[in-house]
């Protein structure tokens, strides 16, 4: 009876290691929902730190754009707008450079290429009944002499009421040409007509940014 | 209070307080994969537009080409298709080594006649935009009847740039960098329109497509 009672013991004492030794449901769960919890936390800490980074870096690109008026120039479709933000304030058909070439006297393989600068330039001057100072091109390309007095490159009345210099002897300046306006015609200069040119002249400011493309 | 009121009222009437600018509306905010990319580029971006420059922004994603300055989109141009290599390489910021060539009109001084000027229609359709570091951009037009001609000849084109890379690499002892491939299928006016806007040296970046 002894013997029996032992051995009972010791299967029911086996038993009850088994099951305190065996992995359980409930004690596994926790474990293994934490291994799937973590990564996911994780996982939106670093969405809500990139989302932020997002935002951040946007916002500084935002705080790089002009945010008064700029004049954007579409050399290709002969188009100059002047622009606040999104907001189209001045539409004007424009003319601009021919991408015709000279080659100057002289200099060998040295040539003038008219095109329209392309980038990022800003209004340098304002100029009310601008006198044109004709550049040597300009004597060259008509088979003349370029004169060595200063007063003779002076011409009136051909640059129209108002420029507009941003640098490197180019305008934004009138015309009397204007059925030629649409058209890449000039020397690399922006032309437009009267009316539009005193638009662009009122809206403008010098340091006003130029966007040519 | 009052200072707070102040500060609320600045928020909504300053313009880049009050208004939250997407550099990309078509970005999932909720896809990590899309928003670690959008992040890269936002951040070479912000190196290109602190300087008074035109730069390109192709937005394979998107689909789409943007000529910029300044972070504001200054003209766009559809992409109809694209492919590309290994897509490792289209990071980082590149530079453009040469614009396509087009043939210029010489003026005859004193002749009096008047030089039909370039325009849009003078501006190659397909051409291979070389850039530094090693990147190459193949653009070609999506209608065209001898397509496989055309597209024979474009490989040759590549293939022929990559050698010429590979043996001045040789001869030079310079270790020569592995080349990217990108290919870019535009509307006819679109390649002339693209081509006419490039500058010499002027800035890329890409925005690369995920997975998802």
């Known amino acids: ?19 305190v030794s065996a992995p359980t449901p409930s004690r596994v769960a926790p474990e293994h929902s934490q291994a799937v919890h973590q990564p996911a936390i994780q996982d939106k800490v670093d969405l809500r730190t990139l989302q932020a980074r997002y935002k951040v870096l946007s916002k500084q690109l ?31 058909i424009a003319s601009t450079g021919s991408g015709t070439i000279l080659d100057k006297p002289g200099e060998g393989k040295n040539q003038w290429i008219f095109d329209t600068p392309r980038g990022e330039f800003l209004v340098k001057s304002k100029l009310t009944n ?60 922006i032309r437009l007509n009267d009316s539009d040119l005193k638009g662009v002249y009122k809206l403008a400011r010098v340091g006003t940014p130029i966007m040519i493309f | 209070m009052n200072l707070c009121a102040i500060l609320l009222l600045l928020a909504f009437t300053t313009p880049s307080w009050g208004k ?15 928003l670690k990319e959008a992040t890269r580029v936002l951040e070479e971006e912000l190196k290109l537009a602190a ?19 300044r972070g504001i989109g200054l003209h766009q141009i559809p992409i109809i298709a694209w492919a590309s290599g290994s897509r490792e390489n289209l ?12 043939v210029r009109r010489k003026i005859e001084p004193g002749a009096g006649v008047e030089q039909e000027p370039i325009s849009l229609v003078d501006m190659p359709t397909d051409y291979v935009l070389s850039f530094s570091p090693s990147l190459s951009v193949t653009v070609v037009p999506s209608v065209s009847s001898d397509s496989l001609l055309q597209s024979v000849v474009l490989l040759g084109k590549v293939g022929w740039r990559n050698m010429k890379d590979w043996t001045s690499g040789l001869l030079t002892h310079r270790s020569s960098e592995p080349m990217s491939h990108l290919r870019l299928t535009l509307s006819v006016d679109h390649t002339q329109s693209l081509a006419w806007s490039l ?6 970046v890409i925005r690369r497509p995920t997975d998802k």
């Open chain 1, 1 to 19: 009876m002894g013997r029996i009672l032992l051995a009972t013991s010791a299967v029911v004492l086996l038993l009850l290691l088994v099951v």
């Open chain 1, 62 to 92: 935002s705080q790089l754009m002009p945010h008064q008026p700029y004049i954007l120039v579409d050399t290709a479709r002969n188009r100059l707008y002047v622009k606040q933000q999104e907001q189209v304030v001045l539409d004007a």
């Open chain 1, 130 to 189: 601008p006198t044109w100072i004709k550049p040597d091109w300009a004597f060259v390309e008509e088979g003349l002499a370029v004169p060595q007095n200063a007063a003779d490159r002076a011409e009136q009345g051909v640059l129209g009421e108002y420029a507009l210099g941003f640098g490197k002897g180019y305008f934004i300046h009138g015309t009397l040409y204007t059925r030629l306006l649409g058209k890449n015609v000039t020397h690399g200069c």
């Open chain 2, 20 to 34: 939250d600018i997407e550099a990309f509306p078509d970005l999932n905010l909720n896809n990590p994969h899309e």
């Open chain 2, 51 to 69: 300087r008074p420059q035109t730069y390109l922004l192709i937005d394979l994603g998107g689909s789409m080409i943007h000529i910029k300055g």
């Open chain 2, 91 to 102: 990071k980082g910021i590149h530079r453009l080594v040469a614009r396509p060539s087009v």
């Open chain 2, 199 to 204: 500058v010499d040296g002027m800035a890329l």
